[in-house]
C-alpha cells in the first residue's frame, strides 16, 4: 500500500505513523519500529533503531518513511518463507509455492532465505547511512557554493562600480584641462596688468592642482574600497575611522548597532568578552526585540532581570519551544532556572555596553547598574497580585483545543489548593477520595502511564477547599472517563499539561501581563497566603499540603502524613482566601 503514495505526503503519514515512531534523542531523529512477534527469532531483535542523521523534522519524516518501505519489504520477505507467520494476517504458502520459492532465488534450505533476508537487511542499512552522508555532503557543498556565487557577484558589482567611478574622473580632468587652458587665453586676450595676470595664474594653477589632487585620492582609494567592500569569510567589518566629531544630536540607534560600532571596535575587549556579551545581546532581543537604545530605561531593564530568572537553565536546548513557552515549561515543570550568579554575569556585560555609549552621549544613564543579586538566596519566583488575578477574571479564556471549562476547573484548583500543573492535569477519577469523612485529591505515582510526583514529599493527600466543592469541582467526573479532566491529551513525550500550558502562555500574551508571571505563580501565591495568615497553622501542615520536604527532619516529617491528622491539612487549606475569585460556574454536569 505504501509504494502507491508518494513518499513525504501527509495521506503516506497518516497510513504508517501507527507503525513507527519517530523519536528526538539530543539533537537528531531517530526511526524507531517494532518487529512483528513472529519475526524476532529470526531478527534476533524486538524493535530497529536507526538513526536519521537529520536535526529537521519534515526531513526526518521524509527518510522514516523511506525506511518504513524498506523495513515492511523485509519483513514481507521474511512472512513469505516462515511457519510462524499469524494466519490472519496472510494466508500460509503452500508446500510447493515454498519449494518454487526457493528453487527460483537457489535456495537449498530455509536457512538460506533467513540468511539472505538479513543481508538484504544489513545491505539496506549500509545503504541508508550512505544516503545520509552524501546528503549531508551536499548540504554543505551547495551551501559553499551559494556563499561563493554571492562574493563573486558581489567582487563584479564592485569592479563594475570602479569602473564607472574611472570614467566619471577622466572625464572631470579633461574638462578642467580644458577649462584651464580656456581660461589662459581670456587672460592672454584681456586688457589687464602683467601682475594681475601672474595672480590670475597663480589661482588657476593653485585650482587646478587641488583638483588634481582630489581625483587622484579617489583613485588610489579605489582599491582599498574594493577589499572592504567584498565579503570574506573570518574578516571582520570595517572599523569606523577615528577624529571623527559624533554630532551632539545623535539619530537614535539600535541595540545590534550599537553592540558592533562600540563593543567590536575596542581592541581593548577579548573576543571570549565580546562573544559573551554578544550572546547576551541576543538574549535581550530574543524577549524584547531589537529596540532603540533610548527606549532602553530602567523599567525594561528590571523586565529583563524578571526574565532571565524565569528562563531554564537548559534554555537553548529545546529548539521546538518558543521563549515563552521555555519560560512555562520551567514554571509548570518546576525545572531549575538561571542562577544569580548567571543573571548578574548578563547585566554586568550590558552594564559595560552602556558605560561605552555614556563615554559618547549616545545615552543619559546606564540602567543595568545598581541591581541587587543576592547570591546567597534561591531565584525568586514570581506570585500573582490581587489585581492580575482580578484581570484573568474578567478576560474570556479564547477558542482553541483546551475548552474554557476545563481552563476554569485547572485554574480554580491551582488557586485554592497550590498543587502543581502536572499533578493537576494527571488527577484521576479514582485519585479523588474520601479520607475521615474529608473528599481530597490523592497525589500519586501512575507507573503505567509513566508518570509520577516530583519528590517523594509529593506523594500526599490534598484536601478539596470548600469553595471547589461549591463550584461544582466534582462534577468533571465522568463515569467512562479515566480521567478528571478527561479532555487534556498527552503530548509526544507523554506530558498531559503541554497543550494547556501554551495555550495559557499565549492567554497571558493576551492580556499583557509580564513574562514573569506563568501558571506556577498560583502555587507561590498560596503559600505566601498560608505563610501570612494570622491563626496557629504550621508549617509542617504547609509544607505536607505543597509537597514540600519538611523544614526539620523530625520522625512526624520524614513519615507520609505521620502525627499530621486530615483535620489539621482541612484547616490549612481553607485557610487559602481571596476577596472574590471565583470563575463563573462550570458548565460540565
Known amino acids: 500500500m505504501t509504494r502507491n503514495l508518494r513518499v513525504g505526503s501527509p495521506k503516506l503519514f497518516s497510513k504508517i505513523w501507527r507503525s513507527f515512531v519517530l523519536k528526538q534523542v539530543g539533537s537528531r531523529f531517530h526511526f524507531r519500529r517494532v518487529v512483528p512477534e513472529a519475526l524476532r527469532p529470526i531478527l534476533g531483535k524486538s524493535e530497529i533503531w536507526i538513526s536519521l542523521g537529520t536535526a529537521g523534522k519534515v526531513e526526518a519524516r521524509r527518510r522514516a518513511a523511506e525506511l518504513h518501505a524498506q523495513t515492511s519489504d523485509v519483513f514481507r520477505g521474511l512472512r513469505s518463507v516462515s511457519r510462524s507467520k499469524p494466519p490472519s494476517e496472510t494466508s500460509m504458502p503452500s ?49 559553499q557554493i551559494k556563499y561563493y556565487k554571492s562574493v563573486m557577484q558581489h567582487a563584479q558589482d564592485v569592479r563594475a562600480l570602479s569602473a564607472g567611478i574611472e570614467k566619471v574622473i577622466a ?41 588634481l589632487s582630489t581625483f587622484t585620492k579617489a583613485l588610489d582609494s579605489r582599491s582599498a574600497a574594493t577589499e572592504i567592500s567584498v565579503p570574506a569569510a573570518g574578516k571582520a567589518e570595517a572599523k569606523p575611522k577615528k577624529g571623527v566629531p559624533t554630532s551632539k544630536t545623535q539619530p537614535a540607534i539600535l541595540l545590534t548597532e550599537a553592540l558592533n560600532r562600540f563593543l567590536d571596535s575596542k581592541p581593548a575587549k577579548s573576543l571570549e568578552t565580546q562573544r559573551d556579551t554578544s550572546r547576551t545581546v541576543a538574549l535581550f532581543i530574543e524577549a524584547f526585540g531589537d529596540l532603540s537604545i533610548r527606549n532602553i530605561d530602567g523599567k525594561v531593564a528590571g523586565d529583563f532581570r524578571d526574565v532571565l530568572f524565569s528562563l531554564p537553565a537548559s534554555h537553548g536546548k529545546t529548539k521546538n519551544l518558543s521563549f515563552q513557552e521555555e519560560i512555562e515549561r520551567a514554571a509548570c515543570q518546576d525545572v531549575p532556572t538561571l542562577s544569580a550568579k548567571t543573571v548578574k554575569n548578563h547585566f554586568m556585560r550590558l552594564s559595560s555596553l552602556w558605560n561605552d555609549l555614556l563615554r559618547r552621549d549616545m545615552v543619559e544613564k546606564n540602567p543595568w547598574g545598581n541591581w541587587d543579586f543576592n547570591l546567597t538566596k534561591k531565584n525568586p519566583r514570581r506570585a500573582w497580585t490581587a489585581e492580575e488575578m482580578d484581570k484573568l477574571l474578567q478576560t474570556p479564556w479564547p477558542v482553541c483545543s483546551i475548552p474554557a471549562d476545563t481552563f476554569k476547573g485547572i485554574t480554580m484548583i491551582a488557586a485554592y489548593s497550590g498543587m502543581r500543573l502536572g499533578e493537576i492535569c494527571n488527577l484521576r477519577n479514582e485519585d479523588i477520595q474520601t479520607i475521615d469523612g474529608v473528599p481530597c485529591f490523592r497525589i500519586c505515582a ?79 501565591t498560596v503559600s505566601t497566603l498560608l505563610r501570612n495568615q494570622n491563626s496557629d497553622i504550621r508549617e509542617l501542615w504547609i509544607d505536607a499540603l505543597l509537597g514540600h520536604e519538611a523544614s526539620h527532619k523530625s520522625q512526624g516529617a520524614t513519615t507520609y502524613l505521620s502525627g499530621i491528622e486530615m483535620q489539621n491539612l482541612k484547616r490549612t487549606v481553607e485557610a487559602i482566601q481571596y476577596p472574590s475569585f471565583v470563575f463563573s460556574k462550570s458548565g460540565v454536569s
Open 95 to 143: 508446500p510447493n509455492e515454498s519449494a518454487d520459492f526457493m528453487k527460483k532465488h537457489g535456495f537449498k534450505t530455509k536457512d538460506d532465505v533467513y540468511r539472505a533476508l538479513l543481508e538484504k537487511y544489513q545491505n539496506m542499512l549500509a545503504t541508508q547511512e550512505t544516503i545520509r552522508k552524501n546528503d549531508v555532503s551536499s548540504a554543505e557543498m551547495a551551501g
Open 171 to 211: 572625464v572631470a580632468l579633461d574638462s578642467q584641462n580644458h577649462m584651464t587652458a580656456m581660461t589662459r587665453k581670456l587672460i592672454e586676450a584681456s586688457h589687464i596688468s602683467a601682475a594681475e595676470k601672474k595672480g590670475l595664474e597663480n589661482e588657476i594653477k593653485r585650482l587646478h592642482d587641488t583638483l
Open 446 to 524: 501512575h507507573p503505567e502511564d509513566n508518570w509520577s510526583p516530583k519528590t517523594e514529599a509529593g506523594e500526599r493527600l490534598v484536601p478539596i477547599h470548600s469553595a471547589l466543592l461549591d463550584w461544582g469541582i466534582l462534577n468533571f467526573q465522568k463515569a467512562d472517563e479515566k480521567y478528571l479532566f478527561s479532555e487534556l491529551k498527552n503530548s509526544q513525550d507523554g506530558n498531559r499539561g503541554a497543550d494547556f500550558s501554551r495555550a495559557f502562555s499565549r492567554y497571558k500574551t493576551m492580556m499583557e501581563l509580564p513574562p514573569a508571571v506563568t501558571f506556577h505563580g498560583f502555587r507561590h
